[in-house]
């Protein structure tokens, strides 16, 4: 059976990737791994491309309410429109709702963490916000976390003999 998480976030892509952004929002996997190789890693992990429900299952899970159906929805997500997958601009929203667990094939390797590794790191210019709520956590009063991401910069000092 096995529990789900809920991930959901907001960033500001580069402009170079919008095309990209674009396919995956249309669930255009293999085009956009054809285009863009460096995707492959993402794309071989085991559920990865849950990650974000596309558009067309974002459509096709909307009640009449306009909520949308998550596994484990941690507050009013499956309700927060402003979350649900899409391009504005610049601005990428993604939400989705899946078995989050290490893929043995490939390293032991998440579908979250490698999407954040892979493609957020690659295609983002700013994060906004990335909330992630696994299902468990309810039981210890904990709805979801946010993360938390500062640029690392290191300087490299080049001495010249």
Excluded: C
């Excluded at 998480?5 to 960033?11: D, I, L, M, W």
């Excluded at 995956?24 to 995707?39: D, R, T």
């Excluded at 492959?40 to 085991?46: D, G, R």
């Excluded at 899409?86 to 963490?113: C, M, Q, V």
């Amino acid at each position: 059976m096995g529990m789900y998480t809920a991930f959901r976030g907001k960033v500001i892509i580069k402009e170079q990737y919008k095309e990209l952004v674009e396919l995956i929002n249309s669930g255009e996997w293999g085009i956009a791994v054809n285009k863009y190789p460096f995707l492959k890693e993402f794309y071989e992990i085991q559920r990865s491309t849950i990650i974000p429900y596309d558009i067309e299952r974002i459509s096709e899970q909307l009640d009449k309410d306009g909520e949308i159906y998550l596994d484990h929805d941690p507050s009013d997500w499956a309700s927060d429109s402003t979350y649900f997958t899409g391009l504005n601009g610049l601005e990428w929203t993604f939400i989705t709702s899946l078995k989050d667990y290490p893929d043995r094939e490939h390293g032991n390797k998440s579908p979250i963490a490698t999407f954040i590794d892979v493609v957020l790191s690659e295609v983002t210019s700013k994060v906004i916000t990335i909330q992630e709520a696994y299902e468990e956590w309810i039981y210890n009063d904990i709805p979801f976390v946010e993360y938390d991401f500062d640029k690392v910069v290191i300087n490299k000092i080049t001495i010249k003999i």
